[in-house]
């Protein structure tokens, strides 16, 4: 639980991004998202028109789902360290994340695939209906983007916006083109800070 003086630091970081940043493009329920990624970050990039993408339909199904506690799957424990844990608790959405757990990492060898990717597949009957927020794994938002082609899923929305070099923005590129409600980004930037910052503004 964030404490007095913790929230007025909280408070006045946001003024100082209206402040510095001026008008933007986005809707106000968007900006309320963009807002908080640019305050996890302190990377105004992300306020430039069409940086982060929204599909039409992201926000309220995402909302819709936390509402009825549905499971938020996530890429990596970074982003479960940043989620706003009293807001869990109120929803009782529960987070997960399987990267480390045995039969992931032995799947994961045998198909040599990204332990990333494997989790997403091994998971599909949590990530049905439900959330799934990618912030450092390029590999795993592919493999969504897969699974819900074939069929095997259906999120409620996809928080997709791995940071890196390798296939980072090539991902981001594919959710893009899908009909899942997703939020996105363009290009190289992003990772877990991000991710959870996202999924906190919701």
Not at 40 to 55: E, L, M, P, V
Not at 89 to 100: A, Q
């Amino acid at each position: 639980m964030i404490t007095q003086k913790g929230q007025s630091i909280e408070d006045k970081s946001m003024e100082i991004i209206e402040k510095e940043l001026g008008p933007h493009p986005y809707s106000q329920d968007e900006w309320t998202i963009v807002k908080r990624v640019i305050h996890s970050t302190a990377d105004f990039d992300f306020a430039k028109a069409n940086k982060i993408i929204f599909h039409k339909q992201a926000i309220e199904s995402g909302i819709d789902a936390l509402k009825n506690g549905c499971n938020i799957v996530v890429d990596v424990n970074g982003v479960v360290g940043l989620l706003n844990k009293d807001n869990l608790s109120k929803f009782g959405n529960k987070v997960i994340c399987s990267i480390s757990d045995p039969a992931v990492v032995e799947e994961a060898k045998r198909l040599n695939k990204t332990r990333a990717q494997t989790a997403m597949r091994l998971g599909a009957k949590d990530i049905d209906g439900g959330i799934v927020a990618i912030g450092n794994a390029p590999t795993a938002l592919q493999e969504i983007v897969q699974m819900a082609k074939e069929g095997i899923v259906r999120p409620a929305l996809v928080v997709g916006i791995p940071v890196g070099f390798v296939c980072a923005a090539e991902s981001k590129e594919e959710l893009a083109l899908t009909q899942i409600p997703h939020i996105t980004n363009v290009g190289r930037k992003g990772g877990s800070p991000c991710a959870s910052a996202i999924l906190n503004a919701l």
